[in-house]
């Protein structure tokens, strides 16, 4: 069983900043790549960023030069840092990361969490 559990969420003014945190626990042999995905109301869930193992990192064009993800694999823990919000980042914020359970079982899968609130008011 893995679980992950967002923090950091909330309101904040056009301009400001928000970190959210994901802890992943539970029976983890290895994590792959980890990421934050975002679906606002009405719209389809979308890749924010995504992190490798290895630290390379890749964001949706409406976030580069503003938002910042980072993985402390020692935690089994990612980060996003978001700067200059605007009211179009708006939405439910989801982790997700694909992992191994054991070192037996091959088989990578997909992990979500509950999801986090981000409302930036104008």
């Known amino acids: 069983q893995v679980q992950l559990v967002e923090s950091g969420g909330g309101l904040v003014q056009a301009g400001g900043s928000l970190r959210l945190s994901c802890a992943a626990s539970?029976?983890?042999?290895?994590?792959?790549?980890m990421g934050w995905y975002r679906q606002a109301p009405g719209k389809q869930r979308e890749l924010v960023a995504d992190?490798?193992?290895?630290?390379?990192?890749n964001y949706v064009d409406s976030v580069k030069g503003r938002f910042t993800i980072s993985r402390d694999n020692a935690k089994n823990t990612v980060y996003l840092q978001m700067n200059s919000l605007k009211p179009e980042d708006t939405a439910v914020y989801y982790c997700?990361?694909?992992?191994?359970?054991?070192?037996?079982?091959?088989?990578?899968?997909?992990?979500w969490g509950q999801g986090t609130q981000v409302t930036v008011s104008s």
């Open positions: 997700n990361i694909w992992a191994r359970v054991s070192s037996s079982d091959y088989q990578w899968r997909d992990y």
């Open positions: 992190i490798t193992k290895g630290g390379f990192t």
């Open positions: 539970g029976s983890i042999f290895s994590i792959n790549a």
